[in-house]
């Protein structure tokens, strides 16, 4: 990779840098989903609905939950069984589809190529065997602490900004709502607004390339 990284980077580890050490191999994607469970199966799988080639890896920090009681955060039983239901459906969705899941591989930081933040330059995912070029970044309920030092590092601190700034930037956050615990129809209808965005990011950028040449 030749162009250099931002050098305000959050890093998840102090020995991240010796880690994402720059001889290790680049590959390039058009987005990579961060986290894992129901919101980045079905973020994934929506992507490849969308047309959209992804790669899905885990967070450096995952979540950790405990099953929670019949009525945390208001989810009934019913409600998760549902949701169940909904991840063995994602589930052979994927393994129907070999969509690119890669659960032992966790994103350890994250940088954009260039020193400035223009919409056609790539994040890059670093991981523990490589580093992933991708124009979007989808993160998870389990990647939030991730996303909020990104968006640390690149100036967006509030909530406002947050809400107005982070598509620009080509970041995404499914699986995260006004309750704990999302439902299982908002994460649905999170991961297609987030599919159908990125996707049109593709065609602009296709488009762009095209009269550049012309």
């Known amino acids: ?10 890093r998840a580890t ?13 590959e390039a994607t058009t987005a990579v989903v961060i986290g894992s ?3 980045a199966l079905a973020v994934a799988a929506e992507l490849n609905r969308q047309g959209v080639k992804a790669i899905m890896v885990d967070s450096f920090c995952p979540v950790k939950q405990s099953s929670p009681p019949p009525t945390t955060g208001g989810i009934s039983l ?3 069984s549902e949701r169940s239901e909904v991840v063995r459906l994602l589930e052979n969705y994927a393994r129907r589809h070999d969509l690119d899941i890669r659960p032992e591989t966790q994103a350890l930081e994250l940088t954009r190529a260039g020193h400035t933040l223009p919409a056609d ?27 909020r030092h990104v968006l640390h590092s690149v100036g967006v ?5 947050m ?9 995404y956050l499914v699986g995260v709502g006004d309750l704990a615990i ?3 129809a908002e994460i649905l209808h999170q991961a297609k607004r987030a599919g159908q965005s990125i996707a049109a990011r593709v065609v602009s950028r296709e488009v762009s390339s095209a009269l550049a040449l012309a």
């Open 14 to 26: 102090a020995s991240s840098s010796a880690i994402t050490a720059p001889d290790l191999p680049a």
């Open 78 to 80: 019913d409600a998760l």
């Open 1 to 10: 990779m030749s162009a250099a990284p931002v050098t305000t980077t959050p």
């Open 182 to 184: 999302p439902t299982t």
């Open 157 to 161: 601190t509030t909530a406002a900004d």
């Open 37 to 39: 469970g129901f919101s």
């Open 163 to 171: 809400r107005t700034g982070m598509h620009a930037l080509g970041l």
């Open 121 to 147: 330059h790539p994040w890059l995912i670093h991981t523990a065997t490589g580093v992933l070029n991708a124009h979007s970044v989808v993160f998870t309920r389990a990647a939030l602490i991730q996303l």
